[in-house]
């Protein structure tokens, strides 16, 4: 689980960096190795960051959605808190 972690904070290093390519990809990597740890909440949280990145408002309402009904009460906080570096 330490390695999709890793992915998140680079995720977050690129995007600081004016890399979003970078960043999508290191997000993609993350949400892959969250789901198969069964890291749900960060995975919703990755694929959120995603959905943001390529502005995409479907997708970022569905894992808000997603967020919502594992209890999170404000979704972008909990985002920015799990994944951070985008705001």
């Known amino acids: 689980w330490a390695d999709p972690l890793a992915h998140l904070l680079r995720a977050g290093v690129a995007i600081q960096r004016g890399r979003a390519a ?7 990597i ?3 190795g969250l789901d198969s740890a069964q890291m749900r909440l960060w995975a919703a949280a990755a694929r959120y960051q995603v959905a ?5 408002a479907d997708r970022c309402a ?3 959605l997603l967020l919502r009904a594992q209890g999170v009460v404000a979704p972008a906080r909990m985002v920015a808190a799990l ?3 985008f705001a």
Do not use: K, N, Y
């Open 22 to 28: 970078g960043a999508r990809t290191a997000l993609e």
């Open 30 to 32: 993350a949400v892959s």
């Open 52 to 56: 943001h990145l390529i502005g995409d």
């Open 62 to 64: 569905a894992q808000e």
């Open 83 to 85: 994944v951070p570096g």
